[in-house]
């Protein structure tokens, strides 16, 4: 496959689609195709499925919410993202597999190898070229959430629940999580407080040390 594969990850309102965006902006800037995505959703499918695991207010059995989750992802691998990539496009991706391992896994406490198997089946293997780890205490995405507009179902799961996420990504970060769980691909943190223009920076700093042939075209031309 020629394209590359970027996910980002991280609490709610750390900051991802904004800075997914700007990213895309740098490298279609360069003339390079760019496509993005967001979990889940980015298909008919994904977005039926987004729908009912984030904007109902029902409640839903923790392994149904898991493989909701996967069955959007499945659906986007096969359908948008491996396609994507065999063209030869960059995919910036708006959460991905380390959301199920947070949220399900360390805020649910479903049974780690389980899900890592169902993931398997998901992704046909697929692992990410890096993922941008976003990193900003709990409560501090959640209020950004909040000033944005209305919370969904997982928003409102409450501050015990979204705490053992944050600390589940963090986890993620160390070299000895990531040695363990060669399906993430490499990670790198990125310090998510400050302002958009100062994330930005970092992130590019982040593509520059780790993924450099992408990282050319996101150097802006004046
Ligand atoms: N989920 C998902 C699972 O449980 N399991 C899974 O397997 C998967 C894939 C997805 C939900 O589903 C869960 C996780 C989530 O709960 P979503 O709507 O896609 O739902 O939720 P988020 O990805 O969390 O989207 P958010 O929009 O809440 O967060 P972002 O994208 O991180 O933040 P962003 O960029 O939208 O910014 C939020 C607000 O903050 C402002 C923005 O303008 C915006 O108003 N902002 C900043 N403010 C100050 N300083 C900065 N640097 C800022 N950057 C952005």
């Not at 977005?47 to 984030?54: A, T």
């Not at 491996?82 to 959460?95: F, H, I, S, T």
């Not at 896994?105 to 169902?118: D, H």
């Not at 963090?170 to 100062?198: C, K, L, M, N, Y």
């Amino acid at each position: 496959m020629g394209g590359r594969l970027v996910v980002f990850e991280g609490v709610e309102g750390a900051g991802k689609s904004t800075q997914l965006l700007r990213l895309r902006a740098r490298i279609e800037q360069s003339g390079h195709a760019c496509v993005i995505f967001r979990e889940p959703g980015g298909t008919l499918l994904g977005d039926w499925i987004r729908d009912g695991v984030l904007a109902k207010d029902w409640a839903i059995d923790p392994r149904a919410e898991a493989h909701l989750f996967m069955a959007s992802r499945a659906q986007l691998v096969a359908g948008e993202i491996r396609p994507a990539l065999e063209r030869g496009a960059c995919v910036l991706l708006d959460r991905f597999f380390l959301s199920t391992y947070a949220y399900q896994i360390g805020g649910r406490g479903l049974g780690a190898e389980e899900v890592r198997v169902a993931n398997r089946l998901a992704t046909g293997g697929l692992v990410p070229d890096l993922t941008l780890l976003l990193a900003i205490p709990a409560n501090v995405g959640l209020s950004r959430a909040e000033h944005r507009g209305p919370t969904d179902r997982m928003e409102r799961a409450g501050s015990v629940f979204l705490q053992t996420v944050a600390d589940a990504f963090t986890r993620f970060a160390t070299p000895e999580w990531q040695s363990q769980h060669p399906e993430a691909g490499p990670i790198a943190t990125v310090d998510a407080i400050g302002s958009p223009e100062e994330v930005e920076q970092r992130i590019v700093a982040v593509m520059a040390a780790r993924l450099p042939g992408l990282a050319a075209k996101t150097e802006r031309v004046a």
